[in-house]
C-alpha cells in the first residue's frame, strides 16, 4: 500500500502524495473521563484508529490521513478529573487553520472523523468558513454513518458515554485498557421525555455530565462484548471505505 500518513512523509512524497488524491482526512478527538473503566484518550484512539483502519481498504489512490486532533470541546466532563478541555473558539480556528493549509495543495475534499459529539458545532462552524471561503467540500462524520447497524447491535436506550457502545468497541482494539472489573450500569433518567437522548420529538439541551451521573457513565457497559465491538467497527469501516470510494467521483 502506498504511504498515506502525512506525519511519515517527506515533504518531496507529500508532493507528489497531493498530485494523486484531492481527498484528506483529518482525525478529531478528545482527552476526557470515560468513566472508571475506559481511559481518558478514548476518543482520539478512536479516531485516529478508525481513519487508519478505513484507508487500508480503500483502493489507491487512497487519501491522505492527516495527524490527529487529540483535543476537543469537552466542557460537560470537566468535573472528572483527566479532562481537557478546548473552548469552542479553539478548535474552529484550528480546524480553519489546518483546511486552509491543506487547499493551498489542491484537496478538495476534506472528510473529518470526530470522535467526539461535543466538537460537532465547532466543526460545523469551521467547516463552514472553509467552504464558502476556500471551496472545500466538507464532510463530518461522528458516527452517523453506521448509525442503522449501531441501532441492530446496541440495546441499551441513551447510550451515549462510556457504555454499551464504547465499551464494545473498546474492547475490540484496546482490550488491555478496559478495567472490566469496573464497569457499572448507569443508564441516565431525564427531567422531562424530550430530553432523552434516544427518544423522538427531542430537545437540544446544554448539560453537564455530573448532573446525570456520578460516575461519568451514560449507558449500561455491564451489556459490552468485544463480539458487539468487532461487528460495530466493522459496519463503521465498510461504510466510510465505501464512501470515500464515492466521493473519488464527486466533481469539484
Not at 484508529?49 to 487500508?56: I, S
Not at 483546511?99 to 458545532?121: D, E, F, M, Q, W
Not at 442503522?148 to 485498557?177: C, F, M, Q, W
Amino acid at each position: 500500500m502506498d504511504k498515506y500518513l502525512l506525519e511519515e512523509m517527506t515533504w518531496e512524497e507529500a508532493k507528489e502524495k497531493f498530485k494523486e488524491t484531492d481527498i484528506a482526512i483529518l482525525p478529531v478527538g478528545s482527552i476526557e473521563q470515560h468513566g472508571p473503566h475506559l481511559p481518558v484518550s478514548t476518543d482520539a484512539f478512536d479516531a485516529y484508529w478508525l481513519a487508519k483502519e478505513t484507508v487500508k481498504r480503500v483502493k489507491a489512490p487512497n487519501p491522505v490521513v492527516l495527524p490527529p486532533l487529540n483535543y476537543g470541546v469537552s466542557y460537560h466532563h470537566m468535573t472528572f478529573p483527566g479532562t481537557i478541555s478546548l473552548a469552542p473558539e479553539t478548535l474552529i480556528s484550528t480546524v480553519y487553520d489546518i483546511g486552509c493549509s491543506i487547499a493551498s495543495y489542491r484537496v478538495k475534499k476534506l472528510l473529518i472523523i470526530n470522535g467526539h459529539g461535543g466538537n460537532t458545532p465547532a466543526l460545523k462552524c469551521a467547516a463552514q468558513k472553509l467552504t464558502y471561503e476556500k471551496k472545500l467540500q466538507i464532510f463530518i462524520d461522528s458516527g452517523e454513518i453506521a448509525s442503522k447497524e449501531r441501532k441492530e447491535i446496541v440495546s441499551t436506550p441513551n447510550d451515549v458515554h462510556s457504555g454499551e457502545y464504547e465499551t464494545s468497541t473498546s474492547l475490540a482494539n484496546r482490550e488491555e485498557l478496559v478495567k472490566v472489573d469496573k464497569l457499572v450500569k448507569a443508564i441516565p433518567k431525564f427531567p422531562l421525555p424530550c430530553l432523552e437522548f434516544s427518544g423522538d420529538n427531542k430537545v437540544p439541551w446544554v448539560f453537564t455530565t455530573d448532573k446525570l451521573s456520578k460516575t461519568g457513565v451514560l449507558g449500561d457497559p455491564t451489556l459490552a462484548t468485544k463480539e458487539k465491538g468487532k461487528k460495530l467497527w466493522e459496519a463503521h469501516i465498510k461504510n466510510l471505505a465505501e464512501f470515500i470510494e464515492q466521493l473519488k467521483g464527486i466533481k469539484t
